[in-house]
């Protein structure tokens, strides 16, 4: 590894650590329960910059590059700016394009479901979830449900219902219905605001 990549690898795995580090803080704190934090988004949105900056200038991070554990750094850094459309979709192709042993499929198969689902279509992984009708944590609708399952093994992820029930025994506390509605508010303005979504009268034209 050469000088520069080392010191990108190191600062990759820094800046994921840093991302840990706020978000714990503000999670004990309680700021993750209402909406995307500003201070979490700065963050995210101060790491996306500084990744996309090195990737124009150096390209990928690739895992031959700066070594597996950074190079997962570097897609975690991608998955988190959730608040920059364009930048996830950009990076969604860079990841599609290396080969399998430069970056880990499972990265780009999180991405593309975080991606879809954000735009309002069926995932096809089923890596993302959030509350059903009643509260509970589910997967966000699939494409094929029927072929979830083989995609998930062909990436080495466990199967989906083994995952939801790992999740839900986790999930300590379940949202009042008055609770949930406000979470889907926030949800379907922040969507819009971000660009993820046209807005409903734009999109009856």
């Not at 959730?82 to 930048?87: D, K, L, M, Q, Y």
């Not at 969604?92 to 309002?120: C, F, T």
Request: charge should be neutral.
């Amino acid at each position: 590894m050469d000088a520069d990549f080392r010191m990108i690898a190191e600062e990759l795995v820094r800046r994921r650590e840093h991302d840990f580090s706020v978000r714990e803080r503000l999670l004990e704190a309680g700021r993750l329960n209402d909406g995307y934090d500003p201070e979490m988004e700065a963050v995210h949105l101060g790491n996306a910059a500084w990744l996309e900056a090195v990737v124009e200038k150096y390209g990928y991070p690739t895992i031959g590059r700066v070594g597996a554990d950074a190079s997962n750094a570097a897609w975690l850094i991608i998955q988190h700016a959730i608040s920059r459309p364009a930048f996830l979709r950009r990076m969604l192709a860079v990841l599609r394009s290396q080969p399998e042993h430069e970056a880990d499929p499972k990265n780009a198969a999180y991405l593309e479901d975080r991606i879809r689902m954000y735009e309002g279509k069926p995932q096809r992984y089923g890596t993302q979830f959030d509350r059903d009708d009643d509260g509970l944590l589910s997967p966000v609708p699939c494409d094929d449900p029927a072929l979830v399952d083989r995609r998930r093994a062909a990436l080495g992820l466990p199967p989906l219902a083994e995952v939801t029930a790992e999740m839900r025994k986790r999930d300590t506390r379940r949202p009042t219905r008055e609770e949930l509605e406000r979470h889907r508010a926030r949800c379907r303005a922040w969507l819009i605001e971000t660009g993820w979504r046209i807005p409903p009268q734009e999109n009856s034209r």
